[in-house]
């Protein structure tokens, strides 16, 4: 992601290295690597989640499951950058500590300017250091360090692993831990082994699946994936029983909602009844085409308010889905809404304009209304 301004001598290129692909032998250039204390890291980046129309369901992402899963990430993350831009560090770079970042900007700046320029100016540094803050929207304030109890995102327990997993496995950051507890035995490990496949599996396991589930027997995550073993194995009713007990356990984990539908239909079982509830609506953002199944499921039992709001949803999200468009007209129309049907009837004629089947519930549709041929044509 190149940052550059025209007159200047230095190209500005900024990057997390998500995949680990930035080249470490970058000629003439010189690396800054910038890291921070694990914890406050977490719930800094925890506080910018927010929630999307069309992206994996906030509600999902608010559990105690998903955090837990997304901690587990990070804690590879961190593994995985320690280990590459740690174990051996470059001559060319410079280490920057978030906490003398904030506390000292000038001090953590200054090996950066030097390298740029052979020399410091510190009067010069010190200007622009007052004007950046400045521009942010005020005079600098005194460093004041996060106190991470006072997080709408801190859990203790969650945390303190994470943490100790973290600093375990990098230790070359030279944190010290700022929460009692430990990872072995601790559910996020599971998570950690599912994620991980460059982590070693504990004392005495072979299966990777098996030693999460022992460690994180009821998450979610664990669930999908012996669901999904058990039919590719064949064992459908296996499979079928642990996707229905994992949207037990969690109604918002829309994965589950996908493989259950996509099972149902391999094996040419109708959908459970369980699943027309209002919670899929909210679970299958990112998944439209099976949110459209379900409301399917929903009209079939009758829960019609349920069925109008999915396909209406999945009409904002994916305006060109026919069959939304088509069944929602349907069900309006069951429910004597012509008016509001006929948009979505015509909506659905301009996507697929041969569909006899919508033709004829346009036709109903419109003679409802008392339009006749020539206002149809």
């Known amino acids: 992601m190149p940052c550059t301004r025209t007159g200047y001598p230095v190209t500005y290129q900024k990057s997390h290295d998500w995949e680990f692909a930035l080249p470490r032998d970058v ?65 060319n770079s410079v280490y920057l500590n978030y906490d003398t970042l904030t506390r000292q900007p000038q ?61 375990r496995h990098c230790p070359k950051l030279e ?17 950690i082994l599912l994620q991980d496949p460059d982590v070693p599996l504990p004392a005495g396991e072979h299966d990777r699946l098996d030693a999460a589930a022992r460690l994180a027997p009821k998450h979610p995550e664990v669930l999908l994936r012996q669901a999904r073993r058990a039919l590719d194995q064949g064992a459908t009713d296996a499979g079928l029983s642990l996707l229905e007990e994992t949207l037990e356990c969690s109604p918002y984990f829309g994965q589950a909602y996908r493989l259950l539908i996509d099972a149902c239909k391999s094996a040419g079982k109708a959908l459970p009844a369980s699943l027309s509830s209002s919670h899929a609506i909210f679970a299958l953002a990112e998944y439209p085409g099976a949110l459209v199944d379900i409301a399917k499921s929903m009209l079939d039992e009758e829960r019609l308010v349920n069925a109008v709001a999915a ?63 020539e206002a149809a044509a």
């Open 175 to 191: 944190f010290t831990a700022e929460l009692p507890g430990s990872y072995e035995g601790h559910f996020l490990h599971g998570l």
């Open 311 to 373: 396909l209406t949803f999945v009409t904002v999200i994916q305006p060109d889905n026919f069959r939304a468009n088509h069944l929602l007209a349907k069900t309006l129309g069951n429910l004597g809404r012509w008016s509001e049907a006929r948009q979505y009837a015509e909506k659905a004629v301009d996507i697929k304009p041969g569909n006899e089947a919508n033709l004829k519930l346009l036709a109903n549709i419109r003679s409802h209304l008392g339009l006749g041929r």
């Open 107 to 167: 001090e953590a700046i200054a090996p950066i300017v030097r390298w740029v320029d052979g020399a410091v100016d510190e009067q010069k540094l010190a200007g622009a250091v007052a004007e950046a803050s400045k521009s942010r929207g005020g005079p600098r304030e005194a460093y004041k360090p996060r106190v991470v109890e006072e997080s709408a995102h801190f859990d203790r327990d969650l945390l303190s692993a994470f943490e100790d997993y973290v600093l």
């Open 27 to 91: 000629k003439e250039a010189l690396y800054v690597i910038q890291y921070r204390r694990p914890v406050p890291e977490a719930l800094s980046d925890r506080d910018l989640m927010r929630d999307s129309i069309s992206g994996p369901s906030y509600n999902y992402r608010l559990t105690r499951d998903h955090y837990a899963w997304w901690l587990a990430k990070k804690a590879s993350y961190f593994r995985k950058f320690h280990e590459k831009w740690f174990e051996r560090r470059l001559p």
